[in-house]
């Protein structure tokens, strides 16, 4: 691995009072990622949090051309610094900033996510003096942090919508609880899903079907559903703390129970109202789903102070 170091300058801010945001750099094989690093208006080297973003082409701040303009990375951030924090937000690779020699979608699995996340937190280790690191996954990202803080020194864990299921169950209950769908479609799809089960791929796939299982994603779709989220919840060894809402249209609470479950010594927080961008939500699915355009919505208040709660007492 190839490390940009910080500029003199920047890294002399780790220990200092300035509060501003840095863009740091990252060589891995195959890639070279890119991030935003957010420090604190505070005395001494803070803690310091990777955020790690949720599945598709979601981006640093949480933004995605699907659809997706919630800002929601950028927020917890601010909130995050605000409590006296630093903050690590990285672009997967193939996204934002980041570049790779080798764009072709099909070479990437679940795992180099996981080392990618791996590498960030070693640079945190390598390029500053804090003792203190902890790992901070949404949605897909919680998977994520979770394998790479089973092999990397972290001193916290946090969950935030994180699957409690394998992807495969994941993917068929958000099929299902999309009315709109034609039935042939859905059964294609449940069918797709058991061959992509047993490390197969499909070839043919409906046009409308090839956002989700286009031929070049499903090898990277095979990695991921060889994971078992609550059994790697089950080894992890650090403070750990489980946030769900119960307005999320994507991930459920039953999920977060099954999670809390397995590590019950994690804690377990399921927050009224908070939708799956961590801002307060309406029940009605279109409302919901509006939420996810509206980035001048606030984060949910339960939720910044059960984050900020839980982290300066296992980290500061």
């Not at 750099?25 to 935003?36: C, F, M, Q, R, Y």
């Not at 790690?52 to 640093?60: E, F, I, M, N, Q």
């Not at 490390?199 to 990277?220: D, K, N």
């Not at 927080?269 to 996810?292: F, K, R």
Request: hydrophobic share 45%; charged share 15%; with cysteine.
């Amino acid at each position: 691995m190839t490390i940009r170091r910080l500029t003199p300058a920047v890294a002399r801010r780790l220990g200092t009072v300035q509060a501003r945001s840095e863009e740091v750099s990252l060589s891995v094989p195959g890639a070279e990622l890119h991030a935003t690093l957010t420090i604190p208006d505070s005395v001494g080297c803070p803690p310091v949090l990777l955020i790690l973003a949720g599945s598709g082409p979601t981006d640093r701040d949480g933004n995605s051309p699907l659809g997706v303009h919630s800002n929601v990375y950028r927020k917890l951030a601010l909130a995050l610094e605000g409590a006296g924090y630093a903050v690590l937000r990285p672009d997967k690779r193939l996204i934002g900033e980041s570049t790779v020699s080798d764009p072709r979608e099909d070479v990437l699995t679940f795992g180099t996510y996981i080392q990618d996340a791996e590498a960030w937190l070693r640079w945190l280790g390598e390029q500053t003096d804090l003792a203190q690191v902890g790992v901070i996954g949404h949605s897909e990202g919680a998977l994520i942090g979770l394998g790479a803080a089973l092999y990397t020194p972290v001193s916290a864990y946090v969950s935030l919508a994180g699957a409690g299921e394998s992807v495969t169950n994941l993917i068929i209950r958000q099929l299902h609880t999309n009315t709109a769908m034609p039935s042939p479609l859905l059964q294609e799809a449940e069918r797709i899903m058991v061959s992509l089960q047993a490390g197969q791929t499909v070839a043919a796939v409906s046009s409308e079907l090839m956002g989700l299982f286009r031929p070049s994603v499903q090898p990277y779709m095979i990695s991921w559903m060889r994971l078992d989220p609550p059994a790697m919840l089950s080894r992890l060894n650090v403070p750990a703390l489980i946030v769900q809402g119960d307005r999320d249209v994507q991930v459920s609470v039953q999920d977060a129970q099954n999670l809390a479950a397995a590590q019950p010594k994690a804690q377990l927080s399921v927050i009224v109202g908070m939708n799956h961008i961590l801002v307060d939500a309406p029940a009605a699915l279109p409302e919901n789903l509006a939420t996810y355009a509206q980035p001048e919505l606030p984060l949910n208040t339960e939720l910044v102070q059960t984050l900020t709660h839980f982290l300066d007492r296992v980290m500061k």
